[in-house]
């Protein structure tokens, strides 16, 4: 008996294993846990799936969308290029760059919007708190802003610049840090063709004014220098003789959009006077104006007689007679007579001699 009682008090440490009635008691539990909350867990399965499906075609409707208006944005380029319209607006590779940039910006922003709302209704559907989740968020976004703040910067510069048309493919500008003809534009870094065939890698974020050269019209200058003696209607008749020529010559009729004009008098000197001629021109061909200008001036003048000066000054008419070889000599001076009182002032004193008496003579 009481041997039977402290067997009962004293627990046994081996682990009983678990009977067929605890086993069926947890399976009840289970299962009727599952029959109480499967319409829950049906209905937010239900729930994500609706947004997923909704999230997924709106995505793809917008980004076809976007699609569609670029393809229309390089329909309407390609149908006006080669036309007279056409050599106003921007060239068709232009227009395939800008509409490329713009539409993968609208596909990137959209796919971005749709995808983190779909992705906040999803946590929110599952009663995740995403006060924390936001405010993280900031907190991250703040900190990569301040860190890849240049990066930004020139993303932002870069999309601007393509949506306002700043500059283009086939455009010369001059960006400040660089100059040259624009041969790929990006969101980040605009490639430039320098004068001597150079690449410089602008960032958009560094570029704080830009000079476009090849939008509207350029201008022509070129300022002519002759003697101050020419007959100025005869130096004028005859530049506009060479403008109304080369007006009516190709290519220079496609490439002046405007008659040559004589503006006048630049300056007046005693031994030169300049005329200042200028032209309106097409965009970036005023380089090339100007040096076919110039080169059909000085052939104009030459063939009229008419004397172009500058850089050197003047020789007078009279030329010094090669048979006089005192023509060359500097006058004579005062002091080559020895007579002159210049030289006789000039002469140094000579001494005194010594007296007979003087008792240093040795006797």
Do not use: C, H
Request: charged share 20%; aromatic share 4%.
């Amino acid at each position: 008996m009481f041997l039977s009682v402290l067997s009962i008090a004293e627990p046994s440490d081996e682990p009983s294993a678990p009977s067929l009635q605890d086993a069926q008691e947890s399976a009840t539990e289970a299962a009727s846990w599952v029959e109480q909350n499967w319409s829950t867990w049906l209905s937010i399965g239900l729930r994500v799936l609706l947004i997923i499906v909704i999230a997924g075609v709106l995505r793809v409707m917008i980004r076809r969308a976007i699609t569609k208006l670029i393809d229309r944005m390089n329909r309407t380029a390609q149908a006006v290029d080669g036309t007279a319209l056409g050599g106003l607006l921007v060239n068709v590779e232009r227009r395939r760059q800008r509409s490329q940039a713009i539409g993968s910006v609208l596909r990137s922003v959209a796919s971005f919007l749709i995808l983190g709302t779909a992705g906040l209704m999803i946590l929110g559907t599952f009663e995740i708190n995403l006060a924390p989740l936001l405010a993280s968020a900031g907190v991250a976004g703040v900190a990569i802003g301040f860190g890849a703040r240049n990066l930004v910067t020139d993303f932002l510069s870069g999309v601007f610049m393509i949506l306002e048309d700043q500059y283009g493919v086939g455009d010369t500008v001059d960006a400040g840090v660089a100059s040259g003809e624009v041969i790929e534009v990006g969101l980040r870094v605009t490639k430039l063709r320098g004068d001597n065939g150079e690449i410089w890698y602008v960032r958009n974020g560094e570029v704080k004014r830009i000079g476009n050269l090849s939008q509207g019209w350029a201008t022509a200058g070129v300022d002519v220098t002759v003697r101050p003696d020419e007959d100025l209607d005869v130096v004028k008749a005859k530049i506009l003789e060479v403008g109304e020529t080369m007006s009516k010559e190709e290519p220079w009729n496609e490439r002046l959009w405007g008659p040559i004009e004589v503006l006048g008098l630049d300056s007046v000197l005693l031994d030169s006077m300049v005329v200042r001629v200028s032209a309106k021109t097409m965009p970036g061909k005023a380089l090339s104006v100007e040096r076919e200008l110039r080169w059909r001036i000085k052939k104009a003048f030459d063939a009229a007689g008419i004397q172009i000066v500058g850089g050197l000054p003047l020789q007078p008419d009279t030329e010094v007679s090669a048979g006089d070889p005192t023509a060359g000599m500097a006058p004579p001076s005062a002091y080559a007579n020895t007579s002159s009182p210049q030289a006789q002032a000039a002469t140094p004193l000579t001494p005194a001699p010594a007296a007979s008496g003087s008792p240093n003579v040795a006797k």
